[in-house]
T-cell receptor, first 117, second 113 residues
Framework: AQSVAQPEDQVNVAEGNPLTVKCTYSVSGNPYLFWYVQYPNRGLQFLLKYITGDNLVKGSYGFEAEFNKSQTSFHLKKPSALVSDSALYFCAVRDEYRSGNTGKLIFGQGTTLQVKP | ETGVTQTPRHLVMGMTNKKSLKCEQHLGHNAMYWYKQSAKKPLELMFVYSLEERVENNSVPSRFSPECPNSSHLFLHLHTLQPEDSALYLC????????????FGQGTRLTVV
């Protein structure tokens, strides 16, 4: 069964500094990987995804993520953090398309990003 | 706005009540999902529907009963809930079950008293 781990409950970074939110995954076959952000009392907003192709994926609001197959990681990054980036971030993985898979989207436990002025 | 609308936004119900949560999308998506988000727990997948057929029931208690009458609507019928069922219930939809991102509604905050 597929799984996702986000090893850090919280990441603190100063505004203007680069940020990294970590994610590792476990899935049989090729993974479909996603990052979402959740602001207080809101649903999840899609940031970016990796399906195939370039290992560096660019997404919304200046975020990017690097897929590393050998390390089974998909870390979220941003070169320069903003206070408004403070939110809860979720990594997710979905099965690839094959017989027997239902395509369920499984989420990590979430990482709170705190950007301080 | 993601194009996925959930109603009501807030719901308080007693343990003997019956209520329903509603989710609606007009994005032309073929897959819909229910998730439960509790404090200090990751998002828990409850159900997956694809082309109106339930394809995943993630060991959810029978007091939660989903219904997908058409590809645009998804319901979660609730009866005889427990206080530990209090949570944020999120609906999502995606173009298909594989590869495409899911779009989430804003959720229904459920409190069981």
């Amino acid at each position: 069964a597929q799984s996702v781990a986000q090893p850090e409950d919280q990441v603190n970074v100063a505004e203007g500094n680069p940020l990294t939110v970590k994610c590792t995954y476990s899935v049989s076959g090729n993974p479909y990987l996603f990052w979402y952000v959740q602001y207080p009392n809101r649903g999840l907003q899609f940031l970016l995804k990796y399906i195939t192709g370039d290992n560096l994926v660019k997404g919304s609001y200046g975020f990017e993520a690097e897929f590393n197959k050998s390390q089974t990681s998909f870390h979220l990054k941003k070169p320069s953090a903003l206070v408004s980036d403070s939110a809860l971030y979720f990594c997710a993985v979905r099965d690839e398309y094959r017989s027997g898979n239902t395509g369920k989207l499984i989420f990590g436990q979430g990482t709170t990003l705190q950007v301080k002025p | 706005e993601t194009g996925v609308t959930q109603t009501p936004r807030h719901l308080v119900m007693g343990m003997t009540n019956k209520k329903s949560l509603k989710c609606e999308q007009h994005l032309g998506h073929n897959a819909m999902y229910w998730y439960k988000q509790s404090a200090k727990k990751p998002l828990e997948l409850m159900f997956v529907y694809s082309l109106e057929e339930r394809v995943e029931n993630n060991s959810v208690p029978s007091r939660f009963s989903p219904e997908c009458p058409n590809s645009s609507h998804l319901f979660l019928h609730l009866h005889t809930l427990q206080p530990e069922d209090s949570a944020l219930y999120l609906c999502a939809s995606s173009q298909d079950r594989f590869g495409t991102e899911a779009f989430f509604g804003q959720g229904t905050r459920l409190t069981v008293v």
